[in-house]
């Protein structure tokens, strides 16, 4: 036989995945049999209504949650537990230790988690909070803080940690509309530079397509796919690609 070209190893396998809650009196399907892969530098989006189950996804993938049945692989390695290899990013403001800095934050990170310690967890930390152009507030204290400034130290902090994915759950959706553009367009540069791996979680259609390569549909609870497509490159923003592909999603996602 000869050899098929190779195609990139995924990064990240989500292999017929079923997520339930156990509470006393019931159980509450999450997510059904999901499967799905994330290659290297994928912008990854789960879309979908509210409550199909997109956050119970991304605890499972950040290891809190372990599936009743099928599994996630890291790097062809079964997740089991959280590390520090995948890094979230949630929607609330509230995420940084309100008595330490900017600085302290995101280098508190670093050295509680092993990454990096001294000067180098210091160093390490200026350098992300430079790039989410914080420079300047590196010293000052999370109540000083605006929203969006606040996200942007979580967005240093985790990608500080150098992991192998970024998980954001819905990062900008507490944002006015002005800053969370803003912030989509900063997520997009800081992504051209270094082209780290983030599933990124998201219930606007809109944000979907311009924040992501690729974008995973799933239908209401429980969460299963109903398909996965590509988005369109960014110089095809506010272009007629965009305007068709919304439709689209949205014929989807709302078609029995
Ligand atoms: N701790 C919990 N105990 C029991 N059921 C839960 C728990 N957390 C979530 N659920 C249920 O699991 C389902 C999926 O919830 P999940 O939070 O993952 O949805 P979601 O897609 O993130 O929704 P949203 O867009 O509103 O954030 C829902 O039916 C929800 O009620
Ligand atoms: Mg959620």
Request: neutral net charge; contains cysteine; hydrophobic residues 40%.
């Amino acid at each position: 036989m000869h050899s098929r070209p190779e195609l990139p190893q995924p990064l990240l396998a989500v292999d017929g995945v079923t997520l339930q809650y156990k509470t006393t009196d019931h159980l509450v399907t999450a997510t059904y049999r999901v499967d799905f892969e994330v290659l290297p530098s994928d912008r990854y989006i789960l879309l979908g209504p509210s409550g199909c189950g997109k956050s119970t996804l991304l605890k499972a993938i950040g290891g809190y949650m372990a599936p009743v049945e099928g599994e996630i692989r890291l790097k062809g390695k079964k997740v089991t537990e959280p590390g520090p290899d995948r890094m979230m990013v949630f929607q609330e403001f509230d995420q940084l230790l309100p008595w330490k800095t900017v600085k302290q934050n995101v280098a508190f990170a670093l050295t509680a988690s092993g990454r990096a310690n001294g000067a180098e967890a210091t160093d390490r930390a200026h350098h992300y909070i430079e790039k989410v152009g914080l420079a300047k507030f590196a010293d000052s204290f999370p109540h000083m803080l605006s929203g969006g400034m606040k996200q942007r130290v979580s967005i240093a902090r985790g990608m500080a940690m150098e992991p192998d994915i970024l998980l954001m759950d819905e990062p900008f959706a507490a944002l006015d509309a002005l800053t969370r553009r803003k912030m989509q367009d900063e997520l997009l540069q800081l992504w051209d530079d270094t082209r780290f791996t983030v599933i990124f979680v998201t219930h606007s259609i809109e944000e979907a397509i311009r924040v992501g390569t690729r974008i995973l549909l799933l239908s209401p609870h429980p969460g299963q796919v109903k398909a996965e497509l590509n988005s369109i490159a960014p110089d095809e923003i506010g272009t007629p690609s965009q305007a068709k592909l919304e439709a689209r999603i949205n014929d989807m996602l709302f078609a029995k």
